[in-house]
DNA sequence: GGTCAAACGGACGATGTCGTCCGGTTCGCA
DNA sequence: TGCGAACCGGACGACATCGTCCGTTTGACC
């Protein structure tokens, strides 16, 4: 098909040894960020792997690399979360839902949330296709809700990521407390229902929601894109 | 009075030129600190205050001590809010002005949230009588507003601590977008409000606001307390 | 089974931060 | 003015992490 050298047969290009220490090296990841926080050194990773350093960073180049590929699933969970809700025949349940799922992720599996945030600001060029989809649709899903009667009218699409990354936050504080962060979905939930909405809120922020890491592109969890650079 | 030896006359017993320096060190510590956050290395602040690395470490041994007296200040303001709240004729403004005030310092302090957090979770021990009376007003003023019917009545104390951990982390990962942290408090708010409570809520925490860096006691400001130690 | 590229892993130099030590300086008091 | 204690600050060794280099091993294909 493709006119590769084609020596190899199986289909990431990878070595047999090399695509079973690749899927060590993520699950050793998640363990030790979930244990240790999104910083703790590569060493520690490629030890739990039980690999050397060297493998670690042929197959992740920079730690960014290797957070995204680690919690890739996690975050195509999200996506698909935001593609249930717009199938959603009730545009409530729908919105309600895509913030639950996200917030329980964040609150379920360690360690996501920090990468979670870390995905968040430096994705300006990054996927911008996926991302820019994402973008649409949670406009749309907020546009039916409020068209429905059920989000408030000055809710802003950007109050999605006020909730999420404060949400975040929260479980990054506390991360065996769920219920402070139950509670603090529920709270946003009801505040940003149509029969809350009482007084005036102050404008609302310029926030992209381009940035917020729940577009669903295939490019997270392969490869490394070694032209991933940290400043 | 105290029989020191009592060779110098000033209140702190230091010398001139030792204050001189601690003061120097506290407003760099927190300009340091607001840019490059609560990790910079303790070497820059003492480059920017002018002194030497030792003098910086003779008058604060731990980062820990640093960030306690550098923020101090906010630290009591946050404790005066609580007061005024407990004076404030109208239960619900008093509430409510405690919660912006402490918002607001987050938004616009920066650097604070990150001292916020970080005086959170191990404040176990460390002057025990002053949190434990900031918990005991802390719980009055919520009292108060829910007999007033301001306060939704299935309001827990602990959601106090939800409210502001969860925007202090907010105003963390966005330190520059203080629409966003307007947003989260207002939303909050008004979710907070008797009127707003139309669901049930989830089970509260378990959150002791014991720990909540609300307690306006001189020590914080003050020497460090040498038995301090991080692990 | 043989060949070779790909993959492996430990060692290593570079870098950055920490916290202390010590010789020189300055302040406060007589 | 003189003395001594307190203070100052740069230098320094210890330590952790990073990311690369390179000799060795392993898997895929003939």
Redesign the interface.
Known sequence: MVGESSRIASQDGLRADARRNRGRILVAARAVFAEHGIDAPMATVARRAGVGVATLYRRFPTRDALVRAAFAQQMETCARALTEALDDPDPWRGFQRLIETACELQREERGFPAAF?AA?PDSTVDHARARQRAERDLMTLVRRAQAAGALRADF?P??I???L??????V???PH?R??S???V???L????A?????A???????SLRSLPLAADGSQGAQPSNTAQRT
């Open positions: 945030v968040f802003h950007s109050d990521a006020v909730a990354l404060s949400h975040c936050a929260l990054t504080a506390l407390d219920a402070a139950r509670r603090l529920a709270y946003l009801q505040s940003f229902r029969e809350a909405a009482h007084g809120l102050p404008p609302p922020s310029a926030l």
